[in-house]
């Protein structure tokens, strides 16, 4: 089974995207997640998780979310290759988005998510 669950805040503002001579929009983020625990100078550090999201739901949250804000996901794992521009095999890793909740004030969490479920 490939499931990951992630928490995390955007980067970035998310931007939607829109595939040409086709009717798909999707949004390329990256998430900062807090690592569980803390180096040894007492700093937390976290890992910035590429993801991917297709659809209505891409939509909702390039309309939602900004900088800064909050989100819980599940999705799964896409891994892949490529070779660079001087013959370097390189490795990706990305989160292929399914579901979300945004996380922040318990109103707009609200909102937002009855209208996601629609």
């Given at each position: 089974?490939n499931?990951i669950?992630?928490?995390?805040r955007?980067?970035?503002d998310?931007e939607?995207m829109?595939i040409?001579?086709?009717?798909?929009?999707?949004?390329?983020?990256?998430?900062?997640v807090?690592r569980?625990?803390?180096?040894?100078?007492g700093?937390?550090?976290?890992?910035l998780?590429?993801?991917?999201?297709?659809?209505?739901?891409a939509?909702?949250?390039c309309?939602?979310?900004?900088k800064?804000?909050c989100?819980?996901?599940?999705?799964?794992l896409?891994?892949?290759s490529?070779?660079?521009?001087?013959?370097?095999?390189r490795?990706?890793?990305?989160v292929?988005?399914?579901?979300?909740?945004f996380i922040?004030?318990?109103?707009?969490e609200?909102?937002?998510?009855e209208?996601?479920?629609?």
């Amino acid at each position: 089974m490939n499931k990951i669950i992630l928490v995390g805040r955007f980067i970035k503002d998310p931007e939607l995207m829109h595939i040409q001579n086709e009717n798909k929009v999707y949004t390329k983020f990256i998430i900062a997640v807090d690592r569980l625990f803390k180096d040894l100078d007492g700093t937390r550090k976290a890992d910035l998780i590429p993801v991917i999201i297709w659809g209505k739901k891409a939509e909702v949250i390039c309309k939602y979310m900004k900088k800064g804000s909050c989100i819980s996901l599940s999705g799964r794992l896409k891994t892949g290759s490529y070779e660079n521009k001087e013959g370097n095999k390189r490795y990706t890793a990305e989160v292929i988005g399914e579901d979300f909740k945004f996380i922040g004030n318990k109103k707009e969490e609200n909102y937002i998510n009855e209208n996601v479920n629609q």
